[in-house]
């Protein structure tokens, strides 16, 4: 069975070009984080159906872009910027010391898709149900998770008020 | 108030991807339908600005010399002949066949591939080809730090095909697929592919010399001018 490149581009490409672009505020380095993303996608190897490739496209972009943001340290030029580089940070530490093995088992899962679920939750401003549905997981996983990652990021950000 | 509805959403929906209930969703909010028509708007933009089999040429580069975060590699077919082709089609190798585990360690290994329609297959050493074919050639390096792959042709025609890097050192990252895929000529008899690998560099231009001179020289000779183990995978020509 094949992935066919060019087709799956045409339909989520310009998609995968604007998240990129909301998360790292420059459309060349958008670009450029798009291809990033398809040879991702060709890597996986899943075999998904064009709903499930939307949502999978989404979220990979969300990590390349976090990843990007996370090497480029770039200085925040807005009020949303400071919530992605915490977020982008905190992936990082995660990854430069020892606790990350604990954190990631306190997480159930990847550090990479907690910061992804808290972007669409804290900078999206999906729903934790949205999240969830998006994600697979139970609302009260989502839940979990953004409070641990919200305490190693020393309380912030502050759920939205419903 | 209208609902708010996320940028997935509105993106599923421009893209025709969205559920019943998101359309509706989408469908009820005049805000939600003016920003899924800007985003439709800008999709032809965008497409214009990168064509598809631009964007899936460069995909199929950085995918062919990316690792993979699973440790699986895709076969490529057609990298350098993208900007004539209709579409880019990736084709997935099996798991078992790319297992990174299971390749490292070991005797280096030559594999060739064929593409056959939207499929690969697997060749056998000696097998026959024609013009026109569409072949993959992959290596294994096993325990062996350096290397070189080199083709001949019936013509005497010599192609270096690696070393890809200017050390000469080969991936270990299991079953390696070159970057680019080949449409074999027309030149008769065979095409004979060569894999030398060993502890130290290949003499690349030696061994281009010997097949250059004597291209079906036998790999037993082969080994012993240049010191190294040697893979031959012979595909024969036929009309």
């Known amino acids: 069975m094949a992935i066919d490149i060019e087709d ?9 070009v604007r998240r990129c672009r909301a998360l ?52 925040p030029e807005n009020a949303g910027d400071d919530m992605l ?3 982008a940070h905190a992936t990082d530490v995660e990854e430069s010391t020892g606790t990350r093995r604990l954190l990631q088992r306190l997480l159930g899962g990847t550090s990479e898709s907690t910061t992804t679920m808290a972007v669409m939750h804290w900078v999206d401003g999906m729903s934790l149900e949205e999240v969830a549905t998006e ?5 009260s996983g989502v839940r979990k998770r953004l409070r641990i ?7 912030q950000p502050q759920e939205a008020s419903p | 108030m209208s609902e708010k509805i996320s940028d997935l959403i509105l993106e599923r929906y421009v893209a025709g991807v969205a559920t019943a209930d998101e359309a ?20 032809t933009e965008l497409l214009a600005a990168h064509p598809p089999a631009q964007v899936a040429a460069r995909v199929v580069r950085g995918a062919a010399t ?34 990174v585990t299971r390749a490292k360690g070991g005797k280096a290994k030559l594999t060739i591939y064929r593409q056959v329609g939207s499929t690969s297959e697997k060749l056998e050493d000696g097998a026959v080809a ?14 062996n730090t350096y290397g070189a792959i080199v083709s001949v042709d019936g013509r005497s025609n010599v192609t270096v095909h690696t070393p890809l890097t200017d050390d000469g050192k080969l991936s270990q990252r299991g079953e390696v697929l070159l970057p680019r895929a080949y449409v074999l000529d027309d030149a008769p008899r065979f095409e004979r592919f060569v894999f030398v690998a060993g502890g130290k560099p290949v003499d690349v231009s030696r061994l281009r010399e010997l097949l250059h001179a004597t291209p079906e020289l036998d790999g037993e000779k082969l080994r012993q001018a240049l010191n190294g183990t040697v893979n031959v995978f012979t595909l024969r020509k036929e009309p």
């Open chain 1, 8 to 16: 799956a581009y045409r339909r989520f490409g310009p998609m995968v």
């Open chain 1, 85 to 87: 580089a915490a977020l």
């Open chain 1, 24 to 75: 790292l505020g420059d459309q060349e380095q958008a670009v450029d984080a798009m291809h990033d993303v398809f040879v991702r996608l060709i890597q996986s190897g899943d075999r998904l159906d064009d709903r499930g490739m939307s949502s999978l496209l989404y979220r990979v972009a969300t990590n390349v872009s976090l990843n990007k943001l996370r090497t480029r340290r770039r200085k």
């Open chain 1, 135 to 139: 994600t697979g997981m139970s609302v």
């Open chain 2, 66 to 99: 990316r690792p993979s975060q699973k440790g699986t590699r895709p076969l490529l077919w057609l990298a350098p002949l993208v900007a004539t082709a209709c579409a880019v089609a990736i084709f997935a190798l099996p798991r078992e066949q790319v297992d």
């Open chain 1, 149 to 155: 990652l919200r305490e190693q990021l020393g309380g």
């Open chain 2, 130 to 143: 024609r013009a026109g074919d569409t072949v993959q050639v992959a290596y294994i390096a096993g325990e």
């Open chain 2, 24 to 43: 509706a969703r989408v469908e009820a909010s005049p805000e939600a339908l003016a920003r899924a028509k800007g985003l439709a708007r800008e999709n």
